[in-house]
């Protein structure tokens, strides 16, 4: 499952323009708790700037639009996850993320995706 993060270093990159503001968006792999660093809100040292903010995500989501792909959804269908909250199912406080991914033409709410935060692997775009 591919989500969303800005940082340096990894594989594939690619430039999006979100707010008048240019943006190296690029990829890595992992779960969410081997990288809660990175899902942290921006205010405090996260790597995505969309993270807190569904609107954001969503821009962040068609600005890259299938640049880097649309790998997700096991048939690949879908663009990188661009992650901006949690949800809670009762199981704890938070059982799994939110996220917009792109289609192929339009923006989705792909809503309640990555389950599991300790075990399911990401292909995170940062």
Not at 10 to 23: D, I, K, R
Not at 41 to 59: Q, R
Not at 64 to 82: I, M
Request: hydrophobic share 35%; glycine share 16%.
């Amino acid at each position: 499952m591919a989500a969303i993060s800005l940082s340096p270093g990894s594989a594939l990159a690619y430039v999006v323009t979100v707010g008048g503001v240019q943006y190296d968006v690029t990829t890595f792999t992992g779960t969410y708790n081997a990288n809660i660093g990175k899902f942290a809100l921006p205010i405090n040292g996260g790597a995505m700037p969309w993270f807190g903010d569904s609107a954001k995500a969503e821009a962040f989501s068609l600005a890259l639009g299938s640049s880097l792909g649309l790998p997700n959804n096991n048939g690949g269908d879908l663009g990188p996850f661009f992650a901006y909250g949690y949800y809670n199912t009762g199981d704890g406080p938070q059982s799994g993320l939110l996220n917009k991914a792109y289609d192929g033409s339009v923006v989705i709410d792909n809503g309640r995706t990555n389950i599991n935060l300790d075990n399911t692997p990401q292909d995170v775009r940062t």
